[in-house]
Structures are given as structure tokens and as C-alpha cells.
């Protein structure tokens, strides 16, 4: 299924935030990406009626099957190609910012080859 960017960021971003904290609110997203708290809402509110998320009674928002498969997909293509861009001579925050823009719209066949020549 194929969902927008955005959304895409969110569930990249709650995967990190879980991984980094151990657990994740809206308040960590809005503060880790810069967002108000009323914009963060919405999209955990889109996110949790389209079955990515769910969010319980404090609060706390775990990414369910459907979510976790996005934010993988997504977190490995921007940690694989962050680190090909920079063996290739690119300042590393251009090689994050770049490849935060790459991971949405590179095709799985392009990732794959540049996954098996980066050997990353």
C-alpha cells in the first residue's frame, strides 16, 4: 500500500523514538520533529484510523504490524543510504538530509542495487 511521505516520516520517526526512549507520546514527536502539538495529533489520529498505530489511555503510541513494516522499510533506506552518500565523499548531515528526501521515492529495485554495490 502505498501512503504518503508524510506519514511515512511519523512512523520512521516513532520507530526511532521508541527504539531511542522506550516509549513514545505525540509531545516526543512534536519535539523531535519541530511540529506544533496540534499538527502531531492529527496525523497520530490518521495514522491510528488507518491501522499503523494505536495509541492508549496515557497516551503512549505503539506501531502496529502494518506501521512497523513502513517505518523498517523506511528507517533502512535512510540509515543505508545516509552511510552510501557519505563513502562517497558527502558531508554526513547533506548524506541525512538527501537520503531523508531518496527513501521515499526510490524504487525497491534502485535500493537493492545500491544496497548490493554499496554492500552496506
Known amino acids: 500500500m502505498k501512503i504518503q511521505e508524510s506519514a511515512e516520516n511519523y512512523l520512521e520517526t516513532i520507530l526511532v523514538l521508541k527504539n531511542k526512549n ?3 507520546r505525540s509531545i ?3 519535539n523531535e520533529l519541530g ?5 502531531v495529533s492529527v496525523a497520530m489520529k490518521n495514522l491510528r484510523e488507518n ?3 494505536e495509541v492508549d489511555s496515557s497516551g503512549y503510541i505503539t506501531l502496529l504490524d502494518s506501521g512497523r513494516q513502513i517505518a523498517e ?5 535512510h540509515t543505508t543510504l545516509s552511510k552510501w552518500l557519505v563513502s562517497l565523499g558527502v558531508d554526513a548531515k ?7 528526501r531518496i527513501e521515499h521515492i526510490i524504487s525497491s529495485e534502485s535500493f537493492e542495487a545500491i544496497k548490493k554495490i554499496a554492500k552496506i
Open 22 to 24: 522506550g516509549a513514545v
Open 35 to 39: 511540529f506544533s502539538k496540534p499538527s
Open 73 to 77: 522499510k523506511i528507517y533502512e533506506r
Open 94 to 100: 547533506t548524506a541525512a538530509e538527501d537520503a531523508c
Open 51 to 53: 491501522g499503523y498505530i
Open 28 to 30: 516526543d514527536i512534536a
